[in-house]
DNA sequence: ATGCATTCTGACGCTTCGTCAGGGAGTGTC
DNA sequence: GACACTCCCTGACGAAGCGTCAGAATGCAT
């Protein structure tokens, strides 16, 4: 073995080119679209063969998925903190979407790069080790999710409707998100519905949803707008700030 | 101009030719996806030259988009049959349901060309006409969801919530059915959510969404599954045979 | 038979993909 | 400092798909 410091060097220098990769992918994917996005492109990019980006990704659809799994990470922050939140088991439901609307406020590439990623045969094209993070971090967001609700259970707020399970509901609600910021991210369907703010109908939906399961305090027994401030001040309020500065 | 009938004959032959290769499309389509579809390979599957598929269609894009918008017409079909049916009109919205259902059950192959000309750089590579199209199409299917929702308005059924517009609670419910199907199209995620049957908790959460609306009657004063048994025998009686020989 | 119009064909140039032989660059040894 | 060794980087290359277009083929009219 020869020196550490040197190897680990070059190490970090690896690392961090990994990290300009990404960023790239992330740019070129936002400005040019996925047939834009060409594993020649990102190599100019960062000023390196082709060959070397080779050395980190087996795909340009590696690469994606890649991008969603960075990027995942950040929004699964978002929800960790919005889990700590105290109050009733609803409250923090509805932090964890605001937790969730902040992050897709922040970070628009996501959806797009999540929506490429969902066609079958790109996803085919990634690394196994890759689609197994994928897996891995689905099944973590998910049970933070069931975990709420079966916390709401247990305090007798919710009894679930309809013989469903705690997860059967976690698959509604999060069913209601995806479709929701699917149809706000094509802008041909928003200017059919003719939408104002398609992220206060996602909200609103979604509260309606919750007192459709039953879930108290319903939105008539309680202030909800009021929760979404203090959570909002208490958890994000470096969030909220950002997400007003960028224009979605 | 020459014999008008020979003229028709050679056009008709053409038409046909349409038809053909959008069906070829969807078969290598389902059979191996995206990537796998190619002009070469439509070609060679109708037995004409691949010049003479670019006589038909501006790229492979185009061609998705073509399966999308004649599927998209079965689908209409089957709504505009299932909005024809007598009933309160949260009785009709939920026929609206079993009908979208009873299609995607019986044309899966839907789904993933729809997911696929959803992403934007795709979509920008049909032609005009085409993308009017499908424009036209979504705002005449929300036309007819707005349409259920306002007569519930009008029969005092239904007052609208949070000061949503009727749109508004079209895109919720939309977004919803979508998200779930979305969902419903991966299996890696489904897998995750153990989810038995997708389809049923898809329904299911949309009935409890209506009640979370607020629009009578609400399915502890009414029965539903009967409700649902009258549409799929009035309405769909060959759909639901047909629905339950594919395995989706 | 001949001319004309319309349709069909596949070879072609171009782009992108993913690979790999060969050329550095850095490190350790003497 | 020279040499050997390992690891990393490069860009040329074959393969495959895209979309085009000059020319062949077909069908019709006279």
């Known amino acids: 073995m020869h020196d550490v410091s040197t190897q680990t060097r070059k190490q970090r ?30 190599a100019q990019a960062i000023d390196y063969s082709k060959g070397t980006v080779y050395q980190h990704f087996t795909s340009k659809e590696d690469v994606i998925a890649a991008v969603t799994i960075q990027t995942f990470e950040t929004r699964m922050d978002l929800i960790e ?8 088991p609803r409250e923090r439901m509805v932090a964890l979407g605001e937790a969730d609307e902040l992050f897709f ?15 079958g045969s790109l996803l085919a094209k990634t690394s196994d080790e890759r689609l197994a ?12 999710a069931t975990g709420v609700i079966r916390d709401a259970v247990a305090q007798g707020d919710l009894v679930l409707p309809m013989q469903m399970t705690a997860e059967e509901m976690a698959f509604g609600l999060f069913s209601l998100v995806l479709g929701g910021r699917t149809l706000t991210g094509s802008r041909s369907e928003l200017s059919v519905l003719g939408m104002a703010d398609p992220f206060r109908t996602i909200r609103q939906t979604t509260f309606l949803l919750l007192d459709g399961f039953g879930w108290r305090p319903l939105t008539t027994e309680w202030d909800y707008e009021h929760t979404l401030q203090r959570v909002r001040q208490e958890v994000f309020p470096n969030e909220v700030e950002r997400a007003r500065g960028a224009r979605v």
Chains 1, 2 share one sequence.
């Open 13 to 42: 220098e690896i690392q961090q080119r990994e990290g300009r990769i990404l960023d790239a992918a992330r740019r070129i994917l936002l400005e040019r679209g996925y047939l834009g996005l060409t594993m020649d492109r990102i």
């Open 81 to 88: 903190r919005a889990a700590t939140f105290s109050g009733r």
């Open 105 to 119: 406020r922040l970070y628009p590439d996501y959806l797009r790069a999540q929506q490429i990623i969902r066609i």
């Open 133 to 144: 993070t994928i897996q891995a971090q689905r099944s973590r967001m998910l049970g933070i």
